[in-house]
């Protein structure tokens, strides 16, 4: 009997161990995770989690039954600290462990502040993990002074988050504005303007000199413009990194995460990778995708892949976040546009629309589900309307799938 092996709990783990028994594997599945959790919803730790909204059964993508009724082993609270591919064993809590296929779903490690400037204080945290979050959760309380250094999607919504529960925000963005790396001036606007109505301070081009401490934990910092801050606590969102260490080690090949074929098979014919570690061919070159969505339907497709099928990931990419009452949906990568488009929606709805030329390239939706849904349809189907229809409010977007 074949023993399937996935290394890594997380949501992309979880959907490729489902998936194989949705699709008729009987053979033994283990799924092995660092944390001493069974796999739950990142996304929702941030916000809903950190806010109380959620409680911890909650956020498990599904319950521990699901694993005992399935016949899926999990060993959890441990890490797996060697890969031998001529043996076929992975090496944990010092015993091997053999497999037939194995999966590496290792997910992403967040990137952390350097010790030299005050990194590891105590009170300097990251949003990565439960444990991350739950050490944080004390801290953000009413009249609370928070820190928090990036002006990415993961600073902004811990922004949000901070100030619904009355703290006293700044956020740093060394970048010229917030969201530089991902997102169009006009969403960067309108986001600055949100967070300001809120009361965050919002400071761009402006850098974190170093942190200060005392008896050991974190109360103020000095700032790249010699400016002086009083902390309680401070949050770090400046970007992830593929968890590769493992992969390198056992010597695949790695190209900005572990790189795989279309099917999701690494540079060994035994070993699949899926999710955030994860960087497969996308039209003519090569992504990796930071987004649950990905991660489920790379996974799917791998399980699938690993049971015989023979069908190339197609990634349809598409991402979230929640900040205050705004829910923006995105559609689409923006790589490469050279023109935005504004499209007025009802009340405080809007959305951009990305062009490259005449080819709409993605859609940045703000509290405007329709605008998102119609522009991933279009983008999927390799439809780019005209942008003086999407700039006119009137017009009706449906009608253009039809055309």
């Known amino acids: 009997m074949s023993h399937i092996v ?3 709990a997380g949501q992309a783990g979880s959907s490729l161990v489902a998936k194989l028994r949705k699709d008729g594997f009987d053979g033994d599945i283990t799924l092995i995770g660092s944390e001493p959790v069974v796999p739950y919803q990142r996304p929702p730790l941030s916000k809903a989690y950190l806010l109380g909204d959620m409680d911890l059964e909650r956020l498990f993508l599904r319950p521990l039954r699901f694993y005992v009724d399935n016949n899926i082993k999990l060993i959890l609270g441990q890490s797996v600290s060697a890969i031998d591919r001529a043996a076929k064993t992975i090496t944990l809590s010092g015993l091997d462990l053999s497999y037939d296929q194995l999966v590496l779903t290792t997910g992403s490690v967040p990137n952390r502040l350097p010790a030299a400037i005050g990194g590891d204080l105590d009170g300097v945290h990251v949003v990565r993990g439960l444990a991350d979050v739950d050490a944080m959760a004390p801290s953000v309380v009413q009249g609370a002074r928070a820190l928090i250094v990036g002006g990415g999607y993961i600073g902004l919504e811990a922004a949000a988050v901070a100030a619904k529960k009355g703290v006293k925000v700044t956020l740093v963005e060394m970048s010229d504005r917030i969201l530089q790396r991902v997102a169009a001036p006009e969403t960067s606007d309108y986001f600055r303007a949100l967070h300001q109505q809120h009361g965050v301070d919002i400071r761009e081009g402006i850098g974190l000199d170093h942190l200060s401490g005392k008896d050991g934990r974190v109360n103020g910092a000095v700032l790249s413009d010699g400016s002086t801050l009083e902390v309680d606590f401070v949050v770090v969102g400046v970007g992830i990194t593929p968890a590769t260490a493992l992969a390198g080690a056992a010597g695949l090949t790695l190209n ?14 035994s070993i699949w990778a899926a999710g955030d570690c994860a960087s497969f061919p996308y039209k003519g070159g090569r992504i990796r ?7 489920i339907d790379l996974a799917e497709c791998v399980a699938a892949n690993i049971l015989g099928g023979e069908t190339d990931y197609v990634a349809k990419p598409w991402f979230w976040s929640d ?22 929606g009802d009340g405080q709805s809007v959305s951009f629309w990305y062009y490259q030329g005449d080819t709409l390239l993605a859609v940045d939706a703000m509290n405007d589900p329709r605008a998102y849904m119609i522009g991933k349809r279009l983008i999927e189907a390799g439809k780019s309307p005209d942008p003086a229809v999407i700039s006119d409010a009137s017009s009706d977007l449906k009608a253009l799938l039809r055309q």
């Open 6 to 8: 996935v290394i890594g």
């Open 289 to 295: 995708l930071e987004s649950v969505p990905n991660a």
């Open 256 to 269: 900005n995460g572990i790189e795989v074929d279309g099917l999701g098979r690494t540079s060994d014919a």
């Open 323 to 344: 900040q205050y009452d705004v829910k923006l949906q995105i559609a689409g990568l923006n790589t490469g546009y050279g023109r935005v488009v504004t499209r007025q």
